[in-house]
T-cell receptor
Framework: GAVVSQHPSRVICKSGTSVKIECRSL??????MFWYRQFPKQSLMLMAT?????????EQGVEKDKFLINHASLTLSTLTVTSAHPEDSSFYIC???????????FGPGTRLTVT | AQTVTQSQPEMSVQEAETVTLSCTYD???????LFWYKQPPSRQMILVIR??????QNATENRFSVNFQKAAKSFSLKISDSQLGDTAMYFC????????????FGAGTILRVKS
């Protein structure tokens, strides 16, 4: 149980375009979803926290207009990287929590390459 | 703010031997959770072990065990009978449920198991 999926697993886009990454909780309703960014051989950096039906809370230094997060339902959150640039190339990971369970369940990640 | 420190950037161990990864954290809270996550080359985050701070007994999961020293704010991970599949990056993480179940990660330790 507690499976989180991400789509796509890999995406290549051209500089200046936007790309959307989906995060789904497959067998549970997620009270909260988190988005992380990870550079090679580094730790996970929390970008934002999202709750269904409300605006995402962004961490300091994360551009909310650049990284749009929509949490439309209890099983789906999306991260849209707008006007992507090569420096946005990274590994993006989402996670989700279930109410009353103090644990995060992680998706498999999405590798974004901006050319 | 809570911080998590992993002082060993890289470690190696021979197959079948035992290795200990260190983790210290800083918090003024008394009720919290600590985790060890494994991130193999696939980059999927896998929960290895979890410890509730109010429990004095050290958590154990098969070959994985922790040495939780609350007063010293230390949370080390011992891997017994190391296997090649244990090769991964290991992250120590702190969670305070009242802070929205956010995880604070350490920088990670790359563990290589050698045959």
């Amino acid at each position: 149980g507690a499976v989180v999926s991400q789509h796509p697993s890999r995406v290549i886009c051209k500089s200046g375009t936007s790309v959307k990454i989906e995060c789904r909780s497959l067998d549970f309703q997620a009270t909260t979803m988190f988005w992380y960014r990870q550079f090679p051989k580094q730790s996970l950096m929390l970008m934002a926290t999202s709750n269904e039906g409300s605006k995402a809370t962004y961490e300091q230094g994360v551009e909310k207009d650049k990284f749009l997060i929509n949490h439309a339902s209890l099983t789906l959150s999306t991260l849209t990287v707008t006007s992507a640039h090569p420096e946005d190339s990274s590994f993006y990971i989402c996670s989700a929590t279930i109410g009353g369970v103090n644990e995060q369940y992680f998706g498999p990640g999405t590798r974004l390459t901006v050319t | 703010a809570q911080t998590v420190t992993q002082s060993q950037p890289e470690m190696s161990v021979q197959e079948a031997e035992t290795v200990t990864l260190s983790c210290t954290y800083d918090t003024s809270e008394s009720n919290y959770y600590l985790f060890w996550y494994k991130q193999p080359p696939s980059r999927q985050m896998i929960l290895v072990i979890r410890q509730e701070a109010y429990k004095q007994q050290n958590a154990t999961e098969n070959r994985f065990s922790v040495n939780f020293q609350k007063a010293a704010k230390s949370f080390s991970l011992k891997i017994s009978d190391s296997q090649l599949g244990d090769t991964a990056m290991y992250f120590c993480a702190f969670m305070k449920p009242e802070y929205g179940n956010k995880l604070v990660f350490g920088a990670g330790t790359i563990l290589r198991v050698k045959s």
